[in-house]
């Protein structure tokens, strides 16, 4: 146990003691020490995933599919994610919590992006925002750190560009390697405190990692990366019968749990024996 983690008493995990800061993120780096972040998008997950001693937490995007059912992460707006990401900051215990700027929100331009950020900051409470892009959106992550506004940069393959990247492919394979390695060193010049690298190859998320300065956390990209991060419910298997990614590993399967305690709660309340006498006053 290192000095600023404990067993939790309510699951004997162990929990961040104090609130998690992107310079301890950075010295664990340097340390060559692996962190885990989840995606959370309400206040009960946000308290179940940081009770597992889960250090950061991301309102991803994602929440335009497995909350609200959009088919895609563009249609998600930013009051919609400042409401996810308010609640999961009031559930986020010590972890640092950190916001996706939707699809809209930031490209126009740099006093877009600072205003966009500054609302999620202030109304939510998170402690960084996530843009995606490289080279391309350089100028936006200078302006948001220049306004005091830490960013997590998102590298690879971004899904708010998914029309323009022609789908779900893997980015950085082959000539197209220098690109992203240019991304992550633009992101960094620019100033980002981190970079999320998704669906690389491991190999070259591993010499990425090695050569950045700032912590990389990987989706799809190997074990090389400093941190991973995946969506919740694909490492819990909800819904049972969802699609999951190659790169996602299921831990529980929370989805089948979920439909057999509901379909054991319609048969007991149409049998009539719940509620038992222990359940009434
Ligand atoms: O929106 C999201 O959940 C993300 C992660 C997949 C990195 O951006």
Redesign the pocket.
Known sequence: MSDSTAGSPATGYLVPTRQVRIADLRSKKAEGKKWAML?AYDYSTARALTQGGVECL?V????ANVVFGYPQ?QQISLEEMIMLTAAVVRGSGNALVIA?LPFGTYEASDEQAVLSASEMLRRSGAAMV?I?GGVRIAPRIRALVNAGIPVCA?VGFT?QSVNALSGFKVQGRGGDASRLVADVHAVEDAGADMV?L?MVPADLAAQITADSTVPT?G?GAGPGTDAQ???WHDMVALPADGRRPKFAKQWATVGEDLTAAAAAYRHEVEEGTFPAPEHCF
């Not at 991803?60 to 929440?63: K, L, T």
């Open positions: 995606t991301l991803g995007d994602s929440a992460t996706d996530k995606e998102h899904p999320v998704e956390v989706i991060v995946l969506v």
